[in-house]
């Protein structure tokens, strides 16, 4: 088993930046990648990036490509999801997501393990 725990999320206001952390514990070694989704009210949950865990390759959905990074930290075994210039639209509960198989990253039907999101509120 992989536990992900996600922190950072906030209430912030439109055009600032947020940090969200991905902390996983138990068989990481399993996990091949790591991605965020998030889930609006009323919306199927969506994908928004991921990261191989080896080599580091990393995809973005074209709505956050240039304002959302994913990082990782191999020895904290942490994922990081940097938030610029939000919008209020980015508003929605975030989760994190671990996949043991290969193959796209897209699809919340890949993911085995994902955490108990965190709420990323953005005011206008």
């Known amino acids: 088993q992989v536990q992900l725990v996600e922190s950072g999320g906030g209430l912030v206001q439109a055009g600032d930046s947020l940090r969200l952390s991905c902390a996983a514990s138990?068989?990481?070694?399993?996990?091949?990648?790591v991605g965020w989704f998030r889930q609006a009210p009323g919306k199927e949950r969506e994908f928004m990036t991921a990261?191989?865990?080896?080599?580091?390759?990393?995809y973005y959905a074209d709505s956050v490509k240039g304002r959302f990074t994913i990082s990782r930290d191999i020895a904290k075994s942490t994922v990081y999801l940097q938030m610029d210039s939000l919008k209020p639209e980015d508003t929605a509960v975030y989760y994190c997501a671990a996949k043991r198989s290969p193959g796209s990253v897209v699809s919340t039907t890949g993911y085995t393990f994902w955490g108990q999101g965190t709420q990323v509120t953005v005011s206008s």
């Open positions: 990261i191989r865990w080896a080599g580091g390759s990393t």
């Open positions: 138990g068989r990481t070694f399993e996990c091949l990648s």
